[in-house]
């Protein structure tokens, strides 16, 4: 049990265009540290469509500011956890006079300027599963690799059973708006491969989500039930047998629960990120969102993999071992360390 005297900030930017996982991960934080028995703010800076979609999932407490809104006003604390920031000297300085620490998830490796950060403060690397290439200056330490990543993990005082299989195929493309296209062609091709409705598809539109779409994919594959944001979709995951996921954060969840999946990269960044990923067993690499092929690829692959228990347990087997759940936990007795 860490000291209940500990205090700390979990500030987060985000929009809907961006999506939903760097605001899932500050939850994540959030409900960690109260298990911890640390006292903490999750400070949510949004737009005001992701906002309104948070509120309606989430029971807080939190605190919503808009999304340009500065670090004049941050109360003090120990510990600062820094997510989807704007790294700039003047406001990494106000936060360094308001911390004992600073904790800075940065997993695509922007920052090249860590002289900014003081000796006890951490940059958190976790979705590089090589090392960075350029050199680091500062004296701050950084931890890289799938070890550090934050997920919403089982604690051991949880009662977990092993869920009933409600879905055969779960769709998260998540990596925020603008994936409507993709959405359609997979439900396309669902409905020629599978004309007589007799999967199981669960669907999670998140940052797409609006009635007209939702309307349009439903006419399509009238057996697919659709979401719009999922505030549990560990959950979710847990109820399907093999999943289309982004290469975007969802990935790591279901390694997590062991859910066998299909990876499309559907943002520029991800495509590195997924490729290594699925090289490490984490999933089955389907291609690049631009690629027309790779939807049926990707459909192919669903369809196989449903006729293979023996594949479905060994890319579930192999996904468990990329992620324990214990991120959190290393970061933070590090941190408190100072190793």
């Known amino acids: 049990m860490t000291s209940p005297y500990l205090t700390a900030n979990i500030i987060v930017r985000g929009s809907i265009a961006e999506g939903w996982g760097h605001v899932m991960r500050g939850v994540t934080i959030r409900d960690f540290l109260n298990h911890r028995n640390i006292k903490n703010r999750l ?21 919503i500011e808009d999304s340009d809104k500065n670090n004049d006003d941050i109360p003090s604390c120990d510990l600062c956890f820094l997510d989807q920031y704007t790294y700039t000297s003047v406001e990494i300085e106000k936060l360094q006079k308001k911390s004992m620490q600073l904790i800075v998830f940065d997993e695509l490796a922007k920052i090249n300027f860590t002289e900014l950060f003081r000796t006890q403060d951490r940059i958190v ?28 993990r089982d604690y051991p005082d949880d009662i977990v059973h092993p869920p009933e299989k409600l879905w055969d195929v779960l769709i998260v493309l998540g990596g925020g708006a603008g994936h409507e296209t993709i959405y359609e062609n997979l439900a396309k091709q669902f409905k020629k491969t599978d004309p007589k409705g007799n999967l199981r598809i669960s669907i999670v539109l998140g940052a797409n989500s609006t009635p007209t779409f939702s ?27 093999v999943a289309i996921m982004s290469g975007g954060y969802s990935k790591y969840e279901a390694a997590y629960v062991g859910l066998p999946s299909i ?45 293979s228990r023996q594949e479905l347990e060994r890319i579930s087997t192999a ?12 970061i933070l007795d590090k941190s408190l360390n100072h190793d």
């Not at 500062?138 to 931890?143: D, H, N, R, S």
């Not at 090289?279 to 006729?307: F, M």
């Not at 996904?319 to 290393?330: E, S, T």
Request: with cysteine.
């Open 215 to 241: 309307n349009m994919i439903s006419k399509i594959i009238p057996n697919a039930t659709i979401h719009g944001y999922v505030g549990d979709l560990i959950s979710l995951m847990r109820q399907s047998t």
């Open 125 to 152: 690397r976790a979705q590089l599963l090589k090392q960075p290439r350029h050199s680091d200056k500062g004296k701050c330490k950084i931890y890289s690799g799938l070890p550090y990543f934050v997920i919403k």
């Open 263 to 307: 990876v499309f990269a559907v943002q520029d960044h991800q495509v590195e990120i997924a490729k290594e990923f699925c090289s490490a067993g984490g999933g089955i690499y389907a291609g690049e969102w631009h690629n027309p092929d790779s939807i049926e690829k990707a459909v192919t692959l669903v369809e196989q993999l449903l006729r």
């Open 43 to 63: 400070i949510l800076r949004l737009d005001t469509p992701l906002a309104q979609a948070f509120r309606a999932i989430d029971q807080g407490p939190f605190i």
């Open 319 to 330: 996904a468990k071992k990329l992620i324990d759940g214990n991120g959190l936990d290393r």
